[in-house]
């Protein structure tokens, strides 16, 4: 006895043999049918298949986009009625400063064209102006107005101190503006802890973020530039890289570019505040950014200066006192055309 044929089998046959073509449509829409079923049938169920009475709207709203990686930074722009610090650049007629520091560069703000570079590759100890990338991670993080609380391995370096003590509360943006004016090596341990949960960890995380950012001949032991744990680094060309990566956002701009304010303690007690950058008391167009100093480092200074749309950033390692001031005004001047 032959096998017993299904409906599909035998709407394929009669659909060979068909000729008329209204006969070929019915058994087409019979196929279809046959065909259909076979798929719900395969897929267990069709009880969860859209019908008349639950089917959505054609107007439903779009999936909201995803969110950003936890870890992928968002950096704040300027508003469109502020130039801010990318605006337009200016290239120098004339030659550049005589330099004596080690290594110097000088580069466009808004694009990082180079204007000037003397072993801007070399790699060199960095000192304090580091802070600025300690600064770039805390500011990228947010979370400005909630409070830290000071604990006793914060306070353990020398020799640049607030003073602040353990058990002592802080708002996180209020420590950040001060170790940017200040320099203050409790305050960036304090910091640093608070953001990753240890100086080591943090280290590790600011090396990370250089790497993202370009700077590709840096890496760092600390969040403040002291030469212990040994073995860090950066260069003249990195540290304008991040220069500019910190421009992008109001709290550091805010900060650097302050000449002076007063700390107060958690108990009350207040104390003047002073910013390190000399060059910001003597060049008008200076907006700030971040000194250093070290035995090993030598005199350090990373500097920017705005003029009439005009954007540069000069840094300056390993230099003496005091040509680290006059040689970071001259190189400003000299990249801003004035």
Known sequence: MEPELSDLELSKIILEESSSPTSRRRVLGGLFTATGSLFLGGCGTDSNLPTAANRPSANYPAPPAPAPPASQPVLANYPDNNPGFFNSGFDPKTQPPSVTAKAA???QANTGKVLYARNADT???AASTQKLLM??????????????????SDTYCEPTKMGI????????????????IRSSNDIARCLARDHSGSESAFAAAMTRRAKQLGMNNSYFTNSNGLPSPPGQYSTARDLSILAAACMR????????????TTF????????????????LGTFPYCTGMKTGYTNAAGRCLVSSASYQGRNVIAVILGSQTPQVWSESQALLKWGLGV
């Open 135 to 152: 600064a770039l991670l805390i500011a990228e993080r947010g979370g400005l107005n909630q409070n830290v609380t000071v604990q006793a």
């Open 264 to 279: 107060e303690f958690s108990n009350g007690k207040t104390v003047p505040v002073t910013n390190t950058n000399k060059v």
């Open 123 to 125: 790699k060199r100890a």
């Open 165 to 180: 003590q353990s058990g002592q509360v802080y708002q996180r943006g209020y420590l950040l503006r001060t170790v940017l």
């Open 249 to 260: 956002h109001s709290a550091i701009r805010d900060a650097v570019k302050t000449r002076s």
């Open 105 to 107: 560069i000088v580069v």
